[in-house]
């Protein structure tokens, strides 16, 4: 089956520093991956999608110039957290899509700590 | 309006019984499809259980089965014999093509299975 990596799996922080996601399609190539965010106890909420090669669409809400999306190959999308503040911190998903395909499959997300 | 809606924040099952899982859509794309996570603590997301919006038969899989009333709007979860590893939450989630295959998720369910 389509296998997604995440890495890191957690990281800390301190607030003010930037933070790199890395989302990967191992087996696959994801002309479309999507990543969200969930905090404790809640649902997936859909930050942004990023389709290879060109700009990210952010969902209303999401501050593109702090959470920086670029997809630059078919197999490696990364989220940048920019200046993070210790709202930020949350579980962060990515997931993929292979061209022609509806199907989406997650990564297995990062756990993002800022203090 | 909510995409998704999951009404049970919480569920109890004995262990060896079945539990249904409500998930109630809201949707005017006569195509869609419909799916169900399990999320157990370490945050992965397990897909397990496919319905599309034009398949006759109840999809399953093992020992989930999809109750899909289209009528209604309705595609609860079944799990038959319950296990103590099902303890976790689960999501719906509907794909729309309208809106470019994005994923609604519900609220989720948390389900504690009890020996």
């Known amino acids: 089956g389509a296998v997604v990596s995440q890495h890191p799996s957690w990281v800390i922080c301190k607030s003010g520093t930037s933070v790199k996601i890395e989302c990967r399609s191992l087996?696959?190539?994801?002309?479309?991956m999507f990543w969200y965010r969930q905090f404790p106890k809640q649902s997936l909420m859909l930050m942004a999608t990023s389709n290879e090669g060109s700009k990210a669409t952010y969902e209303q809400g999401v501050e593109k110039d702090k959470f920086l999306i670029n997809h630059a190959s078919l197999t490696l999308s990364t989220l940048t957290v920019t200046s993070a503040h210790p709202e930020d911190s949350s579980f962060y998903i990515c997931?993929?899509?292979?061209?022609?395909?509806?199907?989406?499959?997650f990564g297995p997300g990062t756990r993002l700590t800022v203090t | 309006a909510q995409k998704i809606t999951q009404t049970q924040p919480g569920m109890f099952v004995q262990e060896k019984e079945a539990v249904t899982l409500d998930c109630t859509y809201d949707?005017?794309?006569?195509?869609?499809?419909l799916f169900w996570y399990k999320q157990p603590s370490s945050g992965e997301m397990i897909f397990l259980i496919y319905q599309g919006s034009y398949d006759q038969q109840n999809a399953t899989e093992g020992r989930y089965s999809l109750n899909f009333q289209k009528a209604r709007k309705s595609a609860n979860l079944v799990i038959s014999a319950s296990q103590l590893g099902d303890s976790a939450m689960y999501f719906c989630a509907m794909r729309e093509p309208n809106t470019g295959n994005q994923f609604y998720f519900g609220t989720g369910t948390s389900l504690t299975v009890i020996p």
């Open positions: 997931s993929a899509r292979e061209q022609g395909s509806y199907e989406q499959y």
């Open positions: 949707t005017s794309d006569p195509s869609y499809g």
């Open positions: 087996d696959f190539q994801a002309t479309t």
